[in-house]
């Protein structure tokens, strides 16, 4: 079987910034592999058996090969980087659409296609579902289990206060929501294997795509204005050595 991983290189969530477009600021910022794009590539990993390939794919700037280069380390057969300069600045639905492509053109019938539920930077979750449209296959969100079963797979949703149990077909699109904590770590052997293996770069010209169709110039959202919100908290420390006295002093506080 062959499992599709997208994942995808974000900054520390601690240092973002916003430019005057809203866009995230990434020069100069530690980076690293997504959290919920780890537990996918994990997932797909346990479902891995012999003969099985698992692709780890990325849209970035060229510094993003280090996210791929992590999901070698980890277990990943190979990986691809969708980079352009053209795809900047780039929503959900232009992100999507170069996802889609990539999967039309060189995922060679993927058996499963795997997302994170979301990105630690943009907190949409609005794209696994998106790339399931685009690509007419059924997706299936809040992943946290699936193996395969007959001719497809079983896969658990946990919703919180409802945990489901369903079939998905072959080609399906799982938004993995958690992951093992206890997860994999690499090996020196695997690390000096992984920083040998070729990551393919392929450009929008590649993937068959118009320069109006990706980026900002293929974007639907148009960001109007963008800030970052930073929350203060102060406190009023309360004697409570005369309850009487505290009371009052409570009260008077609201």
Do not use: W
Request: contains cysteine.
């Amino acid at each position: 079987m062959r499992y599709l991983v997208f994942v995808k290189q974000v900054p520390d969530t601690t240092l973002i910034e916003v430019d005057e477009q809203g866009n995230l600021r990434r020069e100069g910022v530690p980076s690293i592999l997504d959290p919920y794009s780890e537990h996918a590539l994990e997932l797909a990993l346990n479902l891995r058996s012999e003969g099985d390939t698992v692709t780890a794919v990325t849209m970035g700037p060229p510094q993003a090969t280090a996210a791929l280069r992590r999901c070698l380390e980890i277990g990943a057969d190979e990986a691809y980087l969708l980079s352009d300069r053209a795809f900047a600045g780039a929503d959900t639905y232009a992100t999507s659409r170069t996802l889609t492509a990539f999967v039309e053109k060189f995922g060679e019938c993927p058996d499963l296609i795997l997302f994170g539920k979301q990105a630690a930077d943009g907190d949409t979750a609005q794209v696994p579902a998106e790339v399931a449209e685009m690509l007419g296959a059924d997706q299936f969100y809040y992943v946290t289990k699936a193996e395969p079963s007959g001719e497809g797979f079983e896969v658990v949703q946990d919703y919180g206060d409802e945990v489901r149990t369903c079939r998905a077909p072959k080609g399906s699109v799982l938004s993995v929501s958690e992951g093992d904590i206890n997860r994999r770590l690499p090996s020196i052997e695997r690390y000096l294997q992984a920083s040998a293996m070729e990551i393919t770069v392929l450009d929008r010209i590649a993937l068959g795509l118009g320069n109006f169709s990706v980026g900002s110039k293929g974007s639907r959202t148009k960001i109007v204005r963008s800030g970052s919100v930073r929350s203060e908290r102060s406190c009023t420390v309360v004697d409570g050595s005369d309850p009487a006295k505290a009371a009052i002093l409570i009260r008077g506080l609201f």
